[in-house]
Each structure stands twice: as C-alpha cells, then as structure tokens.
C-alpha cells in the first residue's frame, strides 16, 4: 500500500459496506476495492488486519447471515489461530467493512468511522442510503460528522 492509497475489505450486499465507500469517494478518493468474498485475504492478510485493528479477533467475526451459530464458535474452546483460520476458510465470518488509510485500520460499523481514518475532508453534504444525515453543509464546513 502506497502513503496514499486507500483499501475496503467490501461487500457490496451489505448496506454498510456501501455507506462507508461512498463516504471514502466522498472524500475524493477512489480507493482499492476488495470484494472479500471474491477475493479473500488469505491468512497472513487477514492477521495483518486484526492486529492493525487492534481489536480482539472474536470482534472482526460476524455472526449475522454466517455459518458461525452452526461451528459453535462462540465456545471459549476456540483460539485466536483457530478463529483466524475459520474466517479463512469461510471469508462470510469476516465482519466488514474494513477500511486501511494512511491513518489507520477500522471496523467500520458504523459506516461514519471511516471519517476519522480519511486524510482529505468530505467534499459534500452526506446522508446514508437510508437518509440518515452524516455529514451535513454545517459540519462539512467544520469537517466535522454530524452530531448523534
């Protein structure tokens, strides 16, 4: 990864991931997109990612619309090593969406996280798909998000 290029572990069926790329090119930047479940990251990546985290790795797993309820990985029998190499072997575990910029790695959930990682400002007023208001034309000139 270069000082300026932007990365999103994305999966474009969650309306997450969708917000959080469109906060990324709402910054003026078109980032590297990696459709996960396409492309996984593959073990050392995916290690990589947890500890630029810097999350406990049960916290990356998504239990959601996954096979984790059926593997029993809430059981504490499960090591870090182990639970790295379910979500390797099934990339839906992985929770998303993971943003890395030259200011950090984040979880983004919820998708406006993205804001504290993004080197350049929102360009524009911005809601999420659903409306919901995240950067409006008073925060945008503060470069700030909008106020829960």
Known sequence: MSDTTITIFHNPACGTSRNTLALIRNS???PVIVEYLKTPPGRTRLVDLVAALGLPVRSVLRRKGTPYDE????DPKWTDEQLIDFMVAHPILMNRPIVVTPLGTRLC????VVLDI?????LAAFPKEEGEPVVDAVTLQKSRRVAP
């Not at 593997?71 to 809430?74: G, M, P, R, S």
């Not at 959930?109 to 406006?112: A, D, G, K, L, Q």
Request: charged share 30%.
């Open 109 to 112: 959930r919820p998708s406006e």
């Open 28 to 30: 003026g930047v078109e």
């Open 71 to 74: 593997l029993k990985l809430d």
């Open 118 to 122: 993004l080197p350049s400002p929102q």
